[in-house]
């Protein structure tokens, strides 16, 4: 079940804020975030498990609600170089070994 | 330490022509994963390896894909014949610890091959 992002895409100027969020219909153990640039290809940028963790990653962090089986990522003063496409990976909860599901990503522009 | 190595990084093809995409690992990840990156369905994973044994197969589109893994350090995709809705961006990607009762493992990818069939 591939879970949905939202929104499809951001454009924000520098310094601002913005938050992408994925949704899922199962229940998760975990959910993975990427990051992919133009042309490149997706970097590992943290993995939040169930029990509701929040982890960040320089300037970025993400939450994990597993009673609503949705996590939302956190893009705070925005830098040029965050410019990408964020994906979304989740890992469902008593599913086996079953590799992740992606979104579709959420394409984020920061212009100055 | 070398990442992931997929190659070619561009290939333009007729219809009906083989494909064949390749894929080295990193050196000790027991999972491979073959995905397919379009712009409509974004990352669909098409088939994983463990240990060199394919294990699940269910997202390969149709019995003109295939793939392999001889051993642990080379993995291939083939597509027989090609047909214009293949092009799409192909990732290979491995994982040290894989998958452990739902939880997956962080993946390392390749820089893709990008195909084109005309």
């Known amino acids: 079940q591939q879970p949905v992002q939202s929104p499809q895409a951001v454009i924000l100027r520098e310094g601002e804020d913005a938050v992408i969020n994925c949704s899922s219909s199962k229940a998760l153990y975990s959910v993975h975030w990427y990051r992919q640039k133009h042309g490149e290809a997706p970097v590992f940028l943290m993995i939040l498990l169930k029990g509701g963790e929040q982890k960040g990653h320089e300037k970025i962090s993400a939450s994990f609600n597993e009673k609503k089986q949705q996590s939302s990522l956190y893009l705070t003063a925005s830098q040029l170089s965050y410019s990408g496409t964020y994906f979304c990976g989740t890992a469902q909860l008593n599913s086996g070994n079953t590799p992740l599901v992606f979104g579709k990503g959420t394409r984020l522009s920061v212009i100055a | 330490d070398a990442g992931v190595i997929q190659s070619p990084r561009h290939e333009v093809t007729e219809m009906g022509q083989e494909v064949t995409l390749r894929c080295k690992p990193i050196?000790?990840?027991?999972?491979l994963f073959w995905y397919r990156q379009t712009m409509m369905r974004g990352l669909e994973l098409l088939i994983y390896f463990n240990n060199n044994v394919p294990i699940d197969d269910s997202g390969m589109p149709e019995d003109r894909f295939s793939a392999k893994m001889p051993n642990a350090s080379f993995s291939t995709l083939k597509i027989q014949p090609s047909e214009p809705r293949d092009s799409a961006v192909y990732f290979c990607a491995s994982s040290p610890t894989g998958l452990a009762g739902g939880k997956a493992g962080e993946l390392f990818f390749g820089e893709g091959s990008r195909l084109t069939v005309l």
């Open positions: 050196s000790g990840h027991d999972y």
